[in-house]
């Protein structure tokens, strides 16, 4: 059996007394939490130590007594003793220093059986900072879900109980009392005033935002516009999501009840810290934008961009329509396809000089939006680079479709060539008996794409880079937003400025090793990793989720289906 | 290194691995080799016979080398495609006299089609392909001819080697439509639509009604059709020999090939078949039917 | 405190120092040799040679300045990230196995493993390139179910011990773990 004693470091130089702690149960472990200074009244000592069991939960008791060799009482020992008569416990320790040695001796006197032990070599004395410990969170954080499936390690209960024993730790040095403790103690309280200040403040700054918030999402949840193509319109939106994500945070923010778990706290701090950082950041953006013409100067930059990108469209198609590349293509097909486009291009360019005496009216607008944050005004721009890019949009999805549904066609005939078909009840392929018109059609068929499809293949390659360098941007776009959104930055400068608060786990150093005393080890806060708290503290959003394989992405793009740079709600809960 | 003579022992040997016995590992006693049998069930053949069933393959391939000789006619200039039309209606309709006729004959297993049935495929086979002549005309364009000719021999060699020469009458699909491909392929080279689409119904009635023909008739009088063969045999070496002698001369020579020597070389051959059967159990490779990759 | 010699598995030699600090507290460390000087001299000249052969070409300066800043950032990510100098492993008895290890530039990396997670401490054989090395390792239990093994913490990862050494540390740990 090897005692351990977890021993608090402020408590190294303490006078004589009685130590107060636990025993962990089940373990021969004791943590000891203060020492109570002589002259004491054993009834005093009791009636405190349960009414700070009836605070923390705690279950406190007295663990032995502690002997500081400074003072010249010669019969301490049989007094500390006869102390163990007074407080009946099951187990008593006897620490005391000596003159002259750093370690500390220890005796164990097991009461029941009389029999004293003394195991000199077989003691560890753990001393930790009772206040690093006090504040730090031990991770991986345990869920709270299921509290009694399997009992916690040593670490996790001394850490719990050191954390729930605050009440003891209240007990000033200068109080006048019966009692004299030694422990951690605050070095101070002149900020706590403020703190407490703002703590009121904000309960009714809470309620009111709560309020209005709440005003807010009955507005959005009225059937009006709830209805089918606004509805579509608005998940479409990056805008609009990111509308949806801040409310979310904000009613997180403002909800009125005080963070009970550690998660809970670390969410909301971190949701406050980030918002705050996104409203400067927009501020930062507008005082930028509005100064010096920026504005009227870029749109007026905007339109002939726009009118620059169709040119080289059609000066693109132009080139697909002749023989690209030396590439030979089915003549015919080509000409019907590159009208097409070209059209639709003709289209495009109305509809900008259509739009173009608003442009700078809808910038002044979509700019003040940054006000509300830096996210709200990339989101804004994300979109507008969608509305501007639309004609490509389109000649994607043309492109594709029509790409889909010629390979889709290329495979069953292929099947119907080998004589074989798909067998959708088994999901395997199956040989069969085609009649002879039906060879015939179907082989007929397969010419005619086989060889019509690298003409269609060399639209959609040349469409699809182009709707990968919009979506590439988008993406920039929606990450640097999700960046913002979702950065832990408070628990990020925890873990800077104040390591031991987020701690991963403990590590020991050997303090002393003279033989013949007891083992001294010194337990210090283990930081953790700043990669991991940004992976347990960030907040979760939709790029929470796994994202598209770059083989997925690339086998979407050979079989055609439609890429786009986030992903649908739909998806997800997949 | 033959094996040890024991001394004898009064236990009588015995062919089993999981049992001791007073022998050396590697003895073995006369009766060893006694259940062994050989060429269990083999069928002698007989020269004429096999000649009999291999003209059916030479005729084949004279079918493959008549539509290419009517091809070459066509891209020539020198036959037109009404007349073609036309000897094909003919030929089509005095075949498929010929097959009704000898229908009836056959045994009832199977419901036979109605004549509305028949109509109903020939309007579609005729519609979709003169849909589809002027489509099929600028197909192949911009494909160099070279690619096109490789295409098509490439296809024309998958149908002979997938053509189900037991019994050609539902026709293999694999070889039907390989054929067909290469039909497309080579129309599409021709120098009009009609053109492409007096080809496809040439090739429509060479290789997907023709092997029906001559199955009926085999069952039915299995002594002409193999001189019907022949005669198929002798008209694709005398067609081809009008334009291409020297294909002409190619074309002869596979077929006394395939036709003559092919079968005497497997009846002189099957002497020395030795194939050895016994009561172990021989490795069956089974391929599980549900990995069969598609 | 041995004067036997130790290796690992490429050869070099290590040096293995134990150090009991109780009957049930030991900690061994193991130091693999410090980063050679003329190693470090053949790719500097290396990345510098190959450096005033592009200048020479090219007569563009900025090439030896970002050569210079090159040598200077790769030694500092190698002594900080990637070499590692000593490798430590602190047994005690009932309280648990902390295992640390400390590059070149001082940088140390401790992790804890209470002893209620450890199921047992074994030497294991796995297949290494292109031969078989035997390493030590904790087995950490399932806490789902306690007679499996939830995963394996390999020990020593980067100076990889010869058998000889693992035995040694092997025997100290079973005798301390056996005891608490």
């Known amino acids: 059996m090897v005692l351990k004693v977890f021993f608090p470091q402020c408590c190294n130089r303490a006078d004589s007394g009685l130590l107060v702690g636990r025993w962990l149960p089940g373990r021969d472990t004791a943590v000891v939490l203060a020492v109570i200074h002589y002259p004491f009244i054993p009834s005093t000592v009791k009636q405190y130590l349960q009414q700070i069991q009836g605070q923390s939960q705690v279950p406190v008791e007295v663990l032995g007594s502690w002997s500081m060799p400074s003072e010249k009482q010669e019969g301490l020992d049989s007094f500390l003793r006869d102390l163990s008569t007074i407080f009946p416990q099951t187990r008593w320790l006897q620490v005391s220093r000596e003159m002259g040695q750093t370690g500390f001796s220890c005796q164990l006197l097991q009461l029941p059986p009389e029999k004293e032990e003394e195991e000199e070599d077989r003691v560890i004395f753990v001393h930790y900072d009772q206040r690093k410990v006090m504040l730090s969170q031990l991770h991986p954080l345990e869920s709270p879900a299921l509290p009694g499936?399997?009992?916690?390690?040593?670490?996790?209960?001394?850490?719990?109980?050191?954390?729930?024993?605050?009440?003891?730790?209240?007990?000033?040095?200068?109080?006048?009392?019966?009692?004299?403790?030694?422990?951690?103690?605050?070095?101070?309280?002149?900020?706590?005033?403020?703190?407490?200040?703002?703590?009121?403040?904000?309960?009714?700054?809470?309620?009111?935002?709560?309020?209005?918030?709440?005003?807010?999402?009955?507005?959005t949840s009225t059937r009006l516009l709830n209805l089918s193509p606004l509805r579509f319109l608005s998940s479409k939106l990056s805008s609009c999501v990111q509308l949806s994500y801040r409310t979310a945070h904000m009613k997180t923010v403002t909800s009125p009840h005080t963070a009970t778990s550690h998660t809970h706290f670390m969410r909301k701090a971190n949701v406050l810290v980030s918002l705050l950082l996104d409203v400067s950041l927009g501020l930062l953006f507008i005082s930028w934008l509005y100064r010096e013409e920026r504005l009227a100067r870029l749109a007026s930059a905007l339109l002939p961009a726009a009118d620059r990108v169709s040119r080289e469209l059609e000066d693109l198609?132009?080139?697909?329509?002749?023989?690209?590349?030396?590439?030979?293509?089915?003549?015919?097909?080509?000409?019907?396809?590159?009208?097409?486009?070209?059209?639709?291009?003709?289209?495009?360019i109305s509809y900008l000089r259509l739009l173009a005496p608003f442009l700078e009216v809808i910038l002044w607008y979509g700019g003040l939006s940054a006000a509300l944050g830096l996210t709200f005004a990339l989101s804004l721009l994300s979109d507008m680079l969608a509305l501007l890019t639309f004609h490509i949009y389109c000649f994607y999805v043309y492109g594709a479709r029509l790409y889909c549904m010629k390979l889709y066609g290329l495979c069953s005939l292929w099947r119907l060539f080998r004589g074989r078909k798909w067998n959708v009840l088994r999901?395997?392929?199956?040989?069969?008996?085609?009649?002879?018109?039906?060879?015939?059609?179907?082989?007929?068929?397969?010419?005619?794409?086989?060889?019509?499809?690298?003409?269609?293949?060399?639209?959609?390659?040349?469409f699809t880079m182009l709707r990968l360098m919009v979506v590439a941007l988008q993406g920039v776009l929606h990450l640097s937003v999700d960046l913002i959104n979702s950065f832990p930055l408070f628990a990020l400068s925890l873990r800077v400025f104040t390591p031991y608060r987020l701690a991963e786990g403990v590590k020991f150093r050997v303090l002393s090793d003279e033989p013949g005393t007891a083992l001294h080890l010194l337990m210090e806060m283990n930081a953790l990793g700043l990669g991991e708290v940004v992976q347990t503290y960030r907040t979760p959003t939709y790029s929470c989720y796994p994202p598209d394989s770059w083989g997925a992405l690339l086998r979407k793009l050979f079989v055609g289906e439609l890429v786009y740079p986030w992903k649908h709600k739909t998806t997800k809960t997949d | 290194m033959g094996p040890d003579i024991a001394p004898g022992p009064a236990v009588p040997w015995r062919k089993v691995l999981w049992e001791r016995q007073p022998f050396p590992d590697n003895y073995v006693d006369e009766r060893f080799l006694e259940e062994l049998r050989r060429n269990e069930g083999i069928r002698q053949y007989r020269y004429w016979a096999v000649v009999k069933e291999a003209v059916l393959v030479g005729q084949q391939l004279s079918c493959v080398a008549i539509f290419i000789t009517l091809w070459l006619y066509m891209e020539q200039g020198l036959l037109s495609p009404e007349a073609?039309?036309?000897?094909?209606?003919?030929?089509?309709?005095?075949?498929?006299?010929?097959?009704?006729?000898?229908?009836?004959?056959?045994?009832?297993?199977?419901?036979?089609?109605?004549?509305?049935?028949?109509?109903?495929?020939?309007?579609?086979?005729?519609?979709?392909?003169?849909?589809?002549?002027?489509?099929?005309?600028?197909?192949?364009?911009?494909?160099?001819?070279?690619?096109?000719?490789?295409?098509?021999?490439?296809?024309?060699?998958?149908?002979?080697?997938?053509?189900?020469?037991?019994?050609?009458?539902?026709?293999?699909?694999?070889?039907?439509?390989?054929?067909?491909?290469?039909?497309?392929?080579?129309?599409?080279?021709?120098?009009?639509?009609?053109?492409?689409?007096?080809?496809?119904?040439?090739?429509l009635l060479m290789f997907a009604l023709w092997p029906c023909l001559l199955q009926s008739i085999r069952d039915h009088a299995p002594g002409p059709s193999a001189w019907l063969c022949v005669g198929v045999c002798l008209?694709?070496?005398?067609?081809?020999?009008?334009?291409?002698?020297?294909?002409?001369?190619?074309?002869?020579?596979?077929?006394?090939?395939?036709?003559?020597?092919?079968?005497?070389?497997?009846?002189?051959?099957?002497?020395?078949?030795?194939?050895?059967?016994?009561p172990w159990d021989e490795a069956e490779i089974h391929e599980d039917l549900c990995k069969v990759p598609y | 405190m041995d004067n036997e010699k130790y290796t690992d598995i490429n050869g070099k030699a290590i040096a293995l120092n134990y150090q009991r600090h109780s009957s049930f507290c030991t900690e061994f460390t193991v130091s693999s040799?410090?980063?050679?000087?003329?190693?470090?001299?053949?790719?500097?000249?290396?990345?510098?040679?190959?450096?005033?052969?592009?200048?020479?070409?090219?007569?563009?300066?900025?090439?030896?300045?970002?050569?210079?800043?090159?040598?200077?950032?790769?030694?500092?990510?190698?002594?900080?990230?990637?070499?590692?100098?000593?490798?430590?492993l602190l047994v005690i008895g009932s309280l648990g196995i902390q295992l640390s290890s400390s590059y070149a530039s001082g940088r140390e990396h401790t992790s804890f493993i209470e002893m209620s997670k450890i199921k047992d401490i074994v030497i294991n054989e796995a297949i290494y390139m292109h031969q078989i090395i035997y390493y030590l390792c904790i087995l950490l239990r399932d806490p789902a179910d306690t007679s499996a093994v939830s995963s394996v913490v390999p020990l020593f990862q980067s100076s990889k011990p010869r058998l000889n050494c693992l035995v040694k540390v092997y025997k100290s740990c079973q005798e301390i773990i056996s005891k608490c």
């Open chain 1, 149 to 219: 499936c399997e009992e916690p390690s040593e670490l996790r209960q001394m850490f719990w109980t050191v954390a729930h024993s605050e009440p003891l730790f209240l007990k000033d040095k200068y109080d006048e009392g019966p009692l004299k403790l030694s422990h951690w103690q605050s070095e101070g309280r002149e900020a706590s005033i403020l703190v407490e200040l703002m703590k009121l403040a904000s309960t009714p700054l809470c309620l009111l935002l709560a309020w209005l918030l709440a005003a807010w999402s009955w507005v």
């Open chain 1, 317 to 348: 198609l132009q080139w697909l329509m002749g023989a690209p590349a030396g590439l030979k293509m089915n003549r015919a097909l080509d000409q019907v396809l590159g009208r097409f486009f070209l059209y639709h291009i003709h289209l495009w």
């Open chain 1, 427 to 462: 999901q395997r392929v199956d040989s069969c008996c085609y009649d002879l018109d039906q060879l015939f059609i179907g082989t007929l068929l397969f010419t005619i794409l086989l060889f019509l499809l690298p003409t269609t293949a060399l639209y959609y390659l040349v």
């Open chain 2, 84 to 203: 073609l039309l036309w000897t094909s209606l003919i030929v089509g309709l005095l075949g498929y006299g010929l097959h009704n006729a000898l229908r009836p004959q056959l045994g009832s297993d199977r419901k036979p089609r109605t004549h509305l049935a028949d109509l109903q495929s020939a309007a579609i086979f005729l519609s979709f392909t003169f849909g589809f002549s002027p489509v099929l005309k600028t197909l192949t364009e911009s494909v160099s001819t070279d690619t096109v000719y490789a295409m098509s021999a490439l296809m024309l060699l998958a149908h002979l080697v997938s053509f189900p020469y037991a019994h050609p009458s539902p026709t293999g699909s694999l070889s039907l439509n390989a054929a067909l491909f290469a039909s497309v392929c080579l129309a599409s080279r021709l120098p009009g639509a009609l053109h492409t689409f007096a080809m496809l119904s040439c090739a």
């Open chain 2, 235 to 278: 008209g694709g070496v005398g067609g081809l020999g009008s334009r291409w002698p020297g294909g002409a001369v190619l074309l002869a020579l596979a077929l006394v090939s395939v036709i003559l020597l092919c079968p005497l070389l497997l009846v002189k051959l099957q002497r020395h078949k030795d194939n050895i059967q016994g």
């Open chain 3, 33 to 88: 040799p410090k980063v050679s000087i003329g190693k470090v001299m053949v790719a500097t000249c290396f990345v510098w040679i190959f450096a005033y052969a592009v200048f020479f070409f090219t007569d563009n300066t900025a090439v030896l300045s970002s050569a210079i800043i090159i040598t200077l950032i790769g030694m500092m990510l190698y002594i900080h990230f990637v070499k590692i100098d000593h490798e430590s």
